[in-house]
């Protein structure tokens, strides 16, 4: 556990040091009525040897981002900065950055061994090195059977490791990977996931990650960006974007939550209280940011598995009845339709032998674990 | 066809009886494709087959006196494609005429397809990178030369390259040349014509190649350090070269058997085949060399496409 922890901190040290930074980007795509703000003012720095995720939904800026790190599209305004350079206007065959395409992208003519080792041979490396290259690349994504064969001749999972291993044959300084496994079915999703995360962690190359999928952006990043409309809402390790989600935006799209409206008291010992429909108050977290005073009506959310039902109304935070029992098999998710108004959803683990024995219409009280609340910043 | 009769035994009631509804059924299946196959047939013995073996026939026939042809054997018009026999010292020798021209017809034809490929990659490849309004005009105005009849063009031209046209009298004005240079009846204007008429032929495959080319391969070849040089050798010429190579056939074939262009340009001194052979039917009155030559000029056209086909074939085996 400690030896653990070491590792962490190392790698947070490391990481402390930054590889590519964003800063005040915004780039504005067609003229007049077609003129659509892509990106609006972004800043970010993402750090080295990091698995940075940008994940939002379509149209929200995340891929326009990577082009410019890219170089493929260049910024209206703002500088992108790798280790501390000014690269903006530099063409992307100057960049030291490679990218995996959403669809690979694996140039038809040439063969695997030909597709890896064309960066290198671009950058004018001797025929032998590229070859000990090739080798290493082919071993590293596990293919090195396939050397020889056609890129039409190789399966969807077999191509992406193609693209993998050609992106990082030329060892860039950073590696830029667009959704490239959306195309890949569940199961290869999830085994490319593994193998993305083993790949980061043998090259100890700053990955930069673009996804839809909040899921794939929970379990393999170190931080996660997330985007809207252009602007970034929240940076943060996964469990903050998770657990202390700063927007409703972030909040709705990663995983599920209750939405309540509560009044915003003075700090109890130091800790912020709000005020709940039901009258009871409950400590809460606060955002970064928030601009919502004493006595206030602000946000809050409070994710299903946070809070619990319970028997007595009385006892708990809130108080409703059961409206639907859903059964999934590792947890049971109860709809309570609150007195106050609104539903709000209550995710319990189902453990053997212990029946809940709730029913459809039962008058149940809602508990909340310790710090499940979170206020937002809207 | 063994396995459709196979799966017919098994779907009938008794062993005997249903081989003999297969048969039937089989040599039904035969007769209709027969039927439905000979309007293409007949159209193809009456257009291409008929008429070839009557050249093929002509070639070795005795030439008539006033043109046409007289019903005797005779190698001569296959002999006097290359040989012939010396007036004075009647001794077999080459015939240069005819040896320049094949020459110059094959010079000119391969000249016409690597100037057309020259100008007609860029020119597709600007085509096919516009906007898509745009992209359709260009096109538009590239086809409009087919409107105007091809005599006219070639004319159009001539008046071009004449000693006081205005290509002469810009380059005087300009100081690059003391008096007019003689570029009409050339083998130059024969060229310049050629590549003018027939470009269109080589734009077109090419931007239909341009347009399917996915212009992510080449942000991945950019991504992968190629310069511009590199791109272009490396990414983008070896995924048009299928439209390259189809735009090749379209225009050394055509050029090959060219008449109009040479007749006009070339003055009637500087002939290509197609010349040659309207001479024979014509003033030269010998249909059968005339025919020998033709035959010869679909040779020559044959091997082309066969090379075509080979380099075509191992295209596709290498896209897969």
Known sequence: ?378 | MAIAGTQRTSLAATGQNAAEVAAEAERRDIRSRWLLSTPALVIITLAAVGPLLIVAIYSFLTPGDYGNVVWRFNTEGWVGVVLQKDIFSDQWQWVDAHLSIFWRSVKLSILTTLTTVLVGVPTAYFIATRPGRWRDVWLFLITIPFWTNLLIRTYAILDLLRTEGPVNTTLVRLGIVDKPLQLMFTDFAIGFGMTYVYLPLMVLPIYASIEKLDFRLVEAGYDLYANRWNMFWRIILPLVKPGIIAGSILVFIPSLGAYVTPRVLGGGKNMMLGNLIDLQFGQGRNWPLGSALSITLMVIVMIALLYYVRVASAERRNYG
């Open chain 1, 1 to 378: 556990m400690r030896a653990a922890n070491g590792a962490a901190d190392d790698a947070a040290a490391k990481r402390a040091e930054t590889a590519v930074e964003a800063v005040g980007v915004t780039k504005v795509f067609g003229q007049g009525e077609e003129r659509v703000v892509a990106l609006d003012n972004v800043s970010i720095a993402i750090g080295e040897n990091e698995f940075f995720t940008l994940l939002g939904p379509s149209g929200c800026g995340k891929t326009t981002l990577l082009r410019l790190i890219a170089g493929f599209d260049h910024s209206t305004e703002g500088r992108i900065l790798l280790h501390g350079n000014d690269i903006s206007a530099l063409p992307p065959f100057k960049r030291p950055v490679n990218t995996v395409f959403q669809n690979y992208a694996l140039f038809p003519h040439m063969t695997v061994a030909g597709n890896i080792g064309f960066g290198l041979e671009m950058l004018g490396k001797p025929r032998p090195e590229i070859d000990a290259r090739v080798d290493e690349m082919l071993r590293l994504v596990r293919m090195g059977e396939l050397k020889n064969r056609e890129t039409s001749q190789i399966s969807g999972g077999q191509q992406q490791r193609v693209a993998l291993a050609r992106a990082l044959a030329p060892a860039p300084e950073v590696l830029l990977l667009d959704e490239p496994l959306s195309a890949l079915d569940l199961k290869l999703r999830k085994e490319m996931q593994i193998e993305l995360k083993r790949l980061q962690h043998e090259t100890g190359i700053t990955f930069i990650f673009v996804t839809h999928d909040q899921e794939e952006a929970l379990t393999m990043s170190d931080r996660v960006a997330v985007m809207n409309a252009g602007r970034v809402l929240q940076v943060g390790a996964p469990r903050d974007i998770y657990d202390r989600p700063a927007e409703r935006f972030v909040a709705n799209f990663i995983g599920d939550t209750n939405f309540l409206q509560a009044e915003l008291l003075a700090p109890a010992k130091g800790r912020p209280r709000v005020k709940l429909p039901s009258g009871k108050t409950v400590g809460a977290s606060l955002p970064d940011g928030i601009n919502a005073a004493r006595g206030d009506t602000v946000s809050i959310v409070v994710r299903p598995e946070h809070a619990e039902v319970v028997a007595k109304p009385s006892s708990g935070l809130l108080s409703g009845s059961l409206g639907n029992i859903v059964y999934f098999g590792t947890d049971t998710h109860y709809h309570v339709n609150l007195d106050t108004g609104g539903s709000f959803t209550v995710r319990m683990q189902n453990l053997r032998g212990s029946e809940s024995g709730f029913a459809v219409g039962d008058k149940v009280g809602i508990a909340f674990k310790p710090d499940a609340v979170q206020a937002l910043r809207d």
